[in-house]
């Protein structure tokens, strides 16, 4: 990689300096979290009812708006990936020696899962994954594209796109460990998934297979082993940071499982694909 581009993906000041703070990060603060997740959730339902109370059955015409917003997200998606990518490879080149001096002798596979106890969020994998938090709030309007437009808004939809913020602020209040995996996961599957919506809006032909539901299932399926295998390094090598905000996450990752498990039943009952599902 291009030494200008790993230098700002890795090496600026601002990502090397960087520090989670409820005073100088922009929605660092629980008020901030709990109220921005409500009116998102209630302008929502509004929205929704006020369609269905008004009878409205043709969809606002929203132009390009759409694809401008995936192409958008699918951009956003690749650099944080990046970014994260670098930063990671860049922590685990400048802490080896020290690994090599602990006790445990962390290897940066058991780092990747398991951030020893003590750890802060401050620093170059932090500041993508601070990113990574604001990214979900634009992530948010797709909700009201699907109101506008006139579909379906499941139950599924509205607890995903909430549980994702709520997620990604757990990570950095706690520098609970194995984000650094659930990011590349998520950014490289939402790469995929926004350039696909991208391509369909603008007028290629939809895959003939649930394209979009297949790759909320393999995220699914990659959380699910993280929070196995971070388990596995806490029992086994004495404990990994960010324990409580791991159970936490849990809870809510096994309901948005169970959700996901009845969506995908409901809109893949055959063979046949013939239009993007809305998650």
Known sequence: MPTVSRYWLS??????NFRWSHSQSWGSTWSFLVGTVTLYLLAAVFLRLSTILLRRDRPVPLGLIPAVHSLSMAVISAVIFAGILFSAAAEIRDTRWLWR?????????????????GTRPSGRVFFWSYIFYLSRYLHLLRTFFTVLRCRRLPLFHLFNHSILILTSFLWLEFAQSFQILAILSTTLLHTLVYGYRFLTAVG??????PFVLNCQAALLSCNLLYHLGMYSFHV????????????????????????????YKENCSGLIYKKPANF
């Open 236 to 263: 086994l090598k004495g404990g990994c940071n960010g324990i409580g905000a791991w159970a936490c996450n849990s809870v809510l990752n096994s309901v948005i499982l169970l959700l996901f498990v009845k969506f």
């Open 204 to 209: 290629l032909p939809a895959a003939c297979f």
């Open 101 to 117: 001096r602990s006790r445990t002798r962390t290897t940066p596979f058991q780092w990747l899962l398991c951030f020893p106890i």
């Open 11 to 16: 090496e600026h000041p601002s990502i090397v």
